[in-house]
């Protein structure tokens, strides 16, 4: 079996695969070709590439790479012209929201592709080291954090000096998966004092856990779905919750959202009013912002400034900044789940729509798309 990493098109910074993973293939009896450059952005060379085992080959060769591939890893789906060159049954492992990319899935269907979408592995415990949903949201909540602290002008920690004493920074997460519990961690470990929020009952233990203060709203029935993702609110329960965090958000200088629901889009809860009624100079890190955001005057892709000085940021895919963590977490996950899909005896992909991972996330099989 042969699997192909294309260099990553887009403003991606991650790789789909690390020096450590290809020897992990290699040793599988699995060959890895990446295409030159591939690893640049994680600061891989193509050296550490060919010293593990993997073939590099210029980026001329990608079309007829891509022809020769059984599997293509890669973090974002190929364009229309590169999945033109796979072969029929080939598989293409990545992040895959087809709604955002029409023109993929068409592309995928013609070829008669397998398409695995990685945001749709399983959250089961044994899924787990499969799933690089949470591997970068994890990131994404860390880097949040700094990015929130770099346009902040306070010290976050309490700095008691002969110059006089300088009070802990507050900062607000609002949405406690992945993403808001390693935000929490991070401020505290920076010496904020933090609050959060979230409608999963259930998660008010694990804020305490980690030292920060459970802001309680009362919405009413609230809930999670089985795979433990937050059921979405009424309009007026939202009313209710943007009621009961104004004066919160009013208090922090950092507030980070974070709050999804699983295959809608991001619910709105911090609105103008309430960003107006923050203190000048505070900052708002939008990190559901890749979902529609969860504020309003969010610019996806930007940082801006309202007109009272307030700084929202939208950049987006927080987790490229800290490439070389990101890709070396990416690769592993993918790892794991090529290693469990490997059939030894046929040295090819188990292709089992009833298998516990892939009735999830095999998006396409041989073409025929799975999901509406
Ligand atoms: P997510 O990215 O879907 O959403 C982020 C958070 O936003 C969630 O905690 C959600 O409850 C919250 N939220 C939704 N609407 C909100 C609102 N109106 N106000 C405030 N918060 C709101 O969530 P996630 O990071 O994918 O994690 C969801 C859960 O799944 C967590 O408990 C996590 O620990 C669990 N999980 C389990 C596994 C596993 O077992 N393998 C893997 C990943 C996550």
Redesign the pocket.
């Known amino acids: 079996m042969q699997i192909f990493v294309p260099r990553e098109i887009s403003e991606e910074t991650r790789v789909a695969v690390t020096p450590e993973t290809v020897k992990k293939f290699v040793q599988l009896g699995i060959s890895v070709v990446v295409e030159q450059g591939a690893g640049e952005k994680s600061l891989i060379s193509d050296e550490a590439y060919k010293q593990a085992g993997a073939r590099v080959v210029l980026n001329e060769k990608r079309s007829s790479e891509l022809q020769n591939a059984d599997v293509v890893l890669h973090v974002l789906p190929l364009d229309g012209t590169d999945i033109a060159h796979l072969k029929p049954h080939a598989w293409h492992i990545s992040f895959f929201d087809a709604f955002r990319y029409p023109e993929a899935l068409e592309a995928f269907k013609k070829q008669q592709i397998n398409v695995i979408a990685l945001e749709r592995i399983p ?3 044994f ?2 080291k499969m ?1 690089a ?2 591997s970068q ?1 994890n990131l994404a909540g860390y880097v949040g954090v700094l990015k929130g602290v770099q346009y902040l002008r306070k010290t976050l920690p309490m700095l008691v000096t002969s110059a006089g004493t300088l009070q802990a920074a507050r900062v607000f997460v ?7 519990l390693q935000a929490i961690a991070t401020a505290k470990r920076l010496g904020a004092r933090v609050e959060a ?4 009952p259930e ?1 008010e233990e694990q804020v305490r856990s980690v030292g920060a203060k459970f802001v309680k709203i009362d919405l009413g029935q609230t809930g ?1 779905t089985q795979q ?3 059921k979405a ?1 009424t309009d007026e329960q ?1 009313q209710r ?1 943007r009621d009961g965090m104004t004066a919160v958000c009013v208090r922090s200088d950092i507030v980070i959202t ?5 295959a809608r889009k991001a ?1 709105l ?1 911090l609105t103008k009013a309430m960003t107006d009624a923050m203190q000048p100079g505070s900052v708002v890190v939008d990190l559901a912002v890749e979902a529609g955001g969860n504020t309003e005057g969010l610019v996806a892709g930007q940082n801006v400034t309202t007109p009272n000085g307030v700084h929202i940021l939208g950049e987006g895919y927080w987790e490229r900044l800290v490439a070389t963590s990101a890709s070396q977490m990416f690769a592993s996950n993918l790892f794991a789940l090529v290693e469990y899909l490997f059939d030894k005896d046929t040295q090819q992909l188990r292709c089992d729509e009833q298998d516990a991972i892939l009735k999830s996330c095999l998006w396409v099989k041989n073409g025929q798309a799975r999901f509406e």
């Not at 949405?175 to 808001?180: C, L, P, Q, R, Y």
């Not at 974070?258 to 699983?262: D, P, R």
């Open positions: 959250r089961t415990s899924a787990q799933d949903l949470s949201s609002i949405g406690v998966g992945v993403a808001g929020f979230d409608t999963r998660v999670s433990g993702y937050a609110l939202l919750q974070t709050a999804k629901v699983f619910p809860i």
